[in-house]
């Protein structure tokens, strides 16, 4: 198995407030992509990132803010969660662009 | 725009009893083809990739073939323990944003 981790790996929260969502590789990919699965959608990319301190949008980015300061990290932020973002989150992670991509246990989120 | 469809959405077999599931395409240019499997509150797992039409991948009791518009997994004599939802997803196609379109799925349930 890949090594992927994500935290928390559940989350309720409170329309408005913020949200950081954490994923975590042991395998020093370059690439890093954030997901959401919702029921009767496909799983849609939010953002990505080609490397330190380099991201780019995804199909579904508005509301979201990634970072990623360190090679193995890369953090997904709710500037001010709405009930449209609950959510499973997934982290995925690739050698490079177009290379299998490798996916996390994933982050339920919950915004009531 | 990238397109990918799953059929059947849900099926439902006997231990034992093959079947296909589908995976239709459409792209502006193939590159790769992917099969994951999903199991309830798991991240995606990764299966194959299929790169050229013709190419085939087997693993235990699935098989993946790759046509220039399509994909099929097939499942031999199946057993419970492959029951799950099985995605398969396609590279972005166009410039820009770098990332998976993901078909809905197909879920499968393995009866004893």
């Known amino acids: 198995d890949a090594g992927i981790t994500q935290s928390p790996r559940h989350k309720v929260t409170e329309t408005g407030t913020p949200v950081t969502l954490r994923c975590h590789q042991t395998?020093?990919?370059?690439?890093m992509y954030w997901y959401r699965q919702d029921p009767g959608h496909g799983l849609r990319l939010i953002h990505y990132s080609y490397g330190v301190k380099d991201t780019d949008k995804g199909e579904v980015s508005d509301g979201y803010s990634v970072s990623r300061s360190k090679t193995e990290d890369f953090l997904l932020t709710l500037e001010s969660a709405t009930s449209s973002q609950t959510s499973v989150y997934f982290c995925?992670?690739?050698?490079?662009?177009?290379?299998?991509?490798?996916f996390g246990p994933g982050t339920r989120l919950t915004v009531l | 725009e990238d397109q990918v469809t799953q059929s059947p959405e849900a099926l439902r077999l006997q231990e034992g009893e093959s079947s296909s599931l589908n995976c239709s395409y459409t792209?502006?240019?193939?590159?790769?083809l992917f099969w994951y499997r999903q199991d309830p509150g798991k991240g995606p797992e990764f299966l194959f990739t299929l790169y050229s039409a013709g190419e085939e991948k087997e693993k235990e009791r699935l098989k993946a073939t790759l046509t220039k518009k399509e994909s099929f997994l097939h499942i031999t004599a199946p057993k419970p323990e492959d029951s799950a939802t099985y995605l398969c997803a396609v590279p972005y196609s166009g410039g820009g944003a770098d990332g998976l379109t993901f078909g809905k799925g197909t879920h499968l349930i393995i009866q004893p």
């Open positions: 792209v502006s240019g193939l590159r790769g």
């Open positions: 395998e020093n990919h370059r690439y």
């Open positions: 995925a992670i690739s050698e490079s662009p177009g290379n299998t991509q490798y």
